[in-house]
Structures are given as structure tokens and as C-alpha cells.
């Protein structure tokens, strides 16, 4: 995040401070005798390639789609670096394949920089070092991007400019990423994904306002604008459908936890209105409550969640290859670092959240670019309602799935019919945005013992709710109908689905003013 000329950074703890940066961030290239260590170089976004500090963003585009992209050295220095095309230097950050004016970039020797980027596997979580100096040792940022997968040893440092596949050996790591595999990573056939950063915003914290205040306001300081927020977050999580976790992740990184000037001057939580170009330009909200509401509704629910909008790469926190991340901060590592507040304040709590739900990722390598149509039925004759676009990583919130469909949830807002995209609100309700992708072009990543199979043996169900007609099926014990909307359930339908045995479907309905009715079977 960027106020003016001031950097902030965060620890693995969450805690949001001003970066004390010393120098200029060039590197002095240096020559070893070793010529296989020496062949190893690697991208500094600090300094360009005649040797001068470079202070402001750096545009480049995406490897394959042109798509145009930007990032900030001063928040995520090093980039892996891949070859030189045409006079443009190939190279990988933040999830992205990128091409860069040769002369924007500075491209040193791997010996040469005094630091760079890496994870360290402590026992319980996986640590992020983010180099923001090469020419300093130390890192700028270290970043709890969650849970420590079992197949990183504790106590090891890993690289990965991907965030997926990790190597204990840097020269291998950058033979894999200019050949475009992962063959000699460490989990070359297990893709990891951090559940925060990954996690689509059309899901809800378990968390009520009362707790999330409580868990907030443990990390606030005196004159804090979000202190006890936490019914505010919620509330908005409700009727736009936006997970209340995730919003004040994104509020804490952006504002260090509501003490920021625009936070305290502006009510701005955010950085809304604060492009890179002029900060200044921050926009003032009457209260705290009216900004998360703008946040919510409008530059969540209605723009970066909605597909079809010009900034939609996935409606997750993400990186430079997908999600929220590639158009709204030049920080490379701005949706990692909301993730991990979201991770911080899960732990407080008791870990509610902490994998909750089923996400599944379409293109698991960043090279790969397929534009996927998402389905109102589970046909692929169905009415398609919008496209993923051809975004890597793009992750999805699983439902359910039958034989050759994922039952997904709708990143954006759909119409009374569920036949198109609904561009005109950003009130979002759970049960009725759903679509359907097909299970070849999604794997799953975290969560599949969360999921119901419908081909197998069960009870299907759905309710005629008041307001929405049919809502979509339910199965084996899972709820149905609304919360805390008060609408009236007016019809059931059941089925069973693979029935090994004859017999009955048996069932009674609790009705207002009766109480408990008799059963009825069939």
C-alpha cells in the first residue's frame, strides 16, 4: 500500500509497518570464478538497465495473452528471470509471465544480489520472504501465506516466483520455469495454493460481527478507525455477498489496521481512489461504514467480481496472474498480504474459516490459457452465462458436482432467472447464484472431502422460497432455503438418488402457527 512516497510492509504476525529502506535498490554486478553459479541472473525491478533507480511502476505484458499488467519494485523487488526475446526480458513474479522492456529492468548476476525472495517451512505455517533491496540483505516482507503442506521439511528454505511449486535449488527452479513445467519441483504433482489468497470472495466467514470485532480490535492502536467494525464487515458480507474475512484483510494491509492518514482523514479503509499516479487522490467517505458499503457493494460485488468487467481476472485476492490482485495494486504481493492478515486473525480465533470450503483452479500452470464458458445447467448445451476468461490460476468455490459438472458458485450477481449476468446490483444471495463449470477444466486444490458426490447413493431436495421460486439442490443434510432473511418456504421437492434398495421417502414440515405436522411419505 502507497501514501504518497511512503512504503508500508507487513510481518508473518500481520502487523502493517513504514518500511525504513536504506539506498537505492541497485545492484552492483559482481564476477565470480564459479561460471555456472555466475550464469545464473536474475530481474530487479528496483533499477533499470542503465544502473538507476526506478521509483515508480513498471508496466509489462503477460507472456501469450499481451495482457498488460504493472507492478512496483519498491514492494516486490526480484523477478525470476527466463531469457530475452526481441529486446524484452522474460521473466516470472507473482504467479505471472511477463515480457519487460529490456531497458526498464535491471538483469545482474544471481551472486551479485544481497538478498532475494524465498519461503522458509517453519513447523505449523509457510513463510514468504520477500527480497524489496537486492542490494541489501534481509527481506522487506515476511508474509504467513498459511498451513505448511507435508511435503515441505521444517527448517528449509524453498524458492518459487509462483507461489505453487517450490525448489530446494534455485538453478533447477529456472531450468523448469524456461522449459514451462514444474517437473523438478518438490511437489511437482500437488500444486500448493494458499486458502486465503486463492479462496473466491463469494463465500462467508463463520465469524459474527461481535467476534470479528474482538479479533480485530486485538491488533488496532489508539485512534484506530476499525476498531470495532466487525458488525459493519459482516453486514455488508450479507447483502453483497463478500467475505466479511477477507474484506478486513484487505483493510488492514491497506490502511495498517485503520491508522493510516487516509483512514483516520478520509475514512477510507481501502486505498480507494489512490492510484499510484496520485495518491492524493484517495476518496472521502462520511463514515467508516459508508466506505466498507462502496467497497462491497460496488468495487467488489458490481466491478472486480463480476465477469465481463474490465478489471475481472477471478474473484479471489490472488496475484499478478489472476484474481484481484493484477489490476488493483501495483504491490505483487498485495492479495498474499490480505490473505495473510486473514490467516493471522483465523488463528486468534480458533481457525472457523481455515478451509471451509472447496476450491478448485482452472490452468494450474501460469503458461497455460484456456477461456472456459460457464453453464446455467449442468449440460454443455446449456445457456452459457459468462466466460472465465483465459486467466491462469482462476480459482472457483465448489458446491457440489455430478458425473462431468462442478456446481459453482456465481462470481457474478445473476438475474431473477439465473439466464444472464445482472449488471444493475450488487445485492448477491448465496443459493440463488450458482452455475455450473465442467470438472475437466478445474482441479481441486483444497476442500474435495467437503464435497458431496451426486452420482452416488442420497437424498436430492430443493425449496420453493418466497421471493426466489426454486432454489437450487440440496443434498444429504446440507441447508436449504435462506438465513436471516425471513422468507417463507413454500414447497419441497425430494428425490432419491441411486437407490440400492425399495421403500419410502417419509418426511413432516414444521409449519407457522401448527407447530410439527403429520408425516407423509411419497
Given at each position: ?54 521509483t515508480t511502476t513498471t508496466e509489462y505484458t503477460e507472456y501469450r495473452t499481451g495482457a498488460i499488467g504493472y507492478t512496483y519494485g519498491r514492494s516486490g523487488a526480484d ?227 463480476r465477469a465481463g468487467y474490465t478489471y475481472y481476472h477471478g474473484g479471489f485476492l490472488g496475484d499478478k496472474a489472476s484474481g484481484m490482485n493484477v489490476s488493483w495494486a ?111 477444466a478445474v482441479a481441486v486444490v483444497s476442500g474435495e472431502d467437503n464435497l458431496i458426490d451426486e452420482s452416488a447413493e442420497g437424498v436430492t431436495y430443493s425449496v420453493h ?58
Amino acid at each position: 500500500s502507497m501514501e504518497g512516497s511512503e512504503i508500508t510492509s507487513i510481518d508473518e504476525n500481520g502487523n502493517v509497518f513504514i518500511v525504513e529502506d536504506q539506498g537505492d535498490g541497485v545492484v552492483d554486478e559482481i564476477r565470480l570464478q564459479d561460471e555456472m553459479f555466475d550464469a545464473l541472473q536474475i530481474v530487479n525491478f528496483r533499477a533499470n538497465a542503465a544502473g538507476r533507480p526506478v521509483t515508480t511502476t513498471t508496466e509489462y505484458t503477460e507472456y501469450r495473452t499481451g495482457a498488460i499488467g504493472y507492478t512496483y519494485g519498491r514492494s516486490g523487488a526480484d523477478a525470476a528471470y527466463l531469457g530475452t526475446e526481441n529486446g524484452k526480458v522474460k521473466f516470472m513474479l507473482s504467479g505471472v509471465v511477463g515480457l519487460v522492456d529490456a531497458s526498464k529492468v535491471q538483469v545482474v548476476s544471481l551472486a551479485s544480489a544481497k538478498s532475494y525472495s524465498s519461503y522458509y517451512a517453519e513447523d505449523t505455517f509457510l513463510v514468504h520472504k520477500i527480497a524489496t533491496n537486492l542490494a541489501q540483505s534481509g527481506s522487506g516482507s515476511s508474509v504467513n501465506v498459511g498451513t505448511r503442506p507435508s511435503y515441505l521439511t521444517p527448517g528449509t528454505t524453498y524458492y518459487s516466483y509462483d507461489g505453487h511449486y517450490f525448489y530446494t535449488d534455485y538453478a533447477r527452479m529456472l531450468g523448469d520455469y524456461q522449459a514451462g513445467n514444474r517437473n523438478n519441483a518438490v511437489n511437482a504433482g500437488d500444486p500448493y495454493y494458499n486458502y486465503y489468497q486463492f479462496l473466491p470472495s463469494r463465500s462467508k466467514t463463520n465469524y459474527s460481527g461481535d467476534e470479528l470485532s474482538g479479533l480485530i480490535n486485538k491488533n488496532t492502536k489508539s485512534g484506530s478507525v476499525m476498531y470495532n467494525t466487525g458488525g459493519s464487515f459482516v453486514n455488508r458480507q450479507n447483502t453483497y455477498g463478500t467475505n466479511a474475512l477477507l474484506m478486513v484483510g484487505v483493510g488492514a494491509n491497506e490502511s495498517g489496521w485503520g491508522s493510516s492518514n487516509y483512514a483516520k482523514t478520509r475514512n477510507n479503509l481501502f486505498g480507494i481512489g489512490a492510484v499510484d499516479s496520485n495518491p492524493d487522490n484517495a476518496t472521502y467517505f462520511s463514515s467508516v461504514d459508508q466506505c466498507i458499503k462502496d467497497y462491497s457493494e460496488t468495487y467488489l460485488s458490481k466491478r472486480y467480481l463480476r465477469a465481463g468487467y474490465t478489471y475481472y481476472h477471478g474473484g479471489f485476492l490472488g496475484d499478478k496472474a489472476s484474481g484481484m490482485n493484477v489490476s488493483w495494486a501495483s504491490d505483487p504481493y498485495w492479495g498474499e498480504k490480505a490473505a495473510g492478515i486473514a490467516w493471522n486473525l483465523d488463528k486468534a480465533g480458533g481457525y472457523k474459516d481455515k478451509e471451509q470450503y472447496t476450491i478448485g483452479i482452472k490452468d494450474t500452470i501460469n503458461t497455460n490459457h484456456n477461456s472456459v464458458n460457464v453453464k446455467k445447467e449442468e449440460s454443455d448445451s446449456s445457456a452459457t452465462l459468462y466466460h472465465t476468461g483465459s486467466i491462469s490460476n482462476y480459482a472457483v468455490l465448489i458446491r457440489s458436482y455430478s458425473d462431468e459438472f462442478y456446481e459453482i458458485q456465481s462470481d457474478p450477481v445473476l438475474n431473477s432467472g439465473r439466464t444472464a449476468v445482472d449488471t444493475g446490483t450488487g445485492n448477491y444471495n448465496f443459493e440463488h447464484n450458482y452455475a455450473y463449470i465442467s470438472k475437466d477444466a478445474v482441479a481441486v486444490v483444497s476442500g474435495e472431502d467437503n464435497l458431496i458426490d451426486e452420482s452416488a447413493e442420497g437424498v436430492t431436495y430443493s425449496v420453493h422460497a418466497q421471493t426466489y421460486g426454486w432454489m437450487s439442490k440440496r443434498m444429504d443434510g446440507q441447508q436449504a432455503g435462506t438465513i436471516g432473511e425471513a422468507k417463507r418456504l413454500e414447497a419441497l421437492k425430494l428425490e432419491l438418488r441411486n437407490q440400492s434398495v425399495d421403500g419410502d421417502v417419509e418426511y413432516r414440515t414444521h409449519v407457522q402457527s401448527y407447530g410439527w405436522m403429520e408425516w407423509m411419505k411419497n
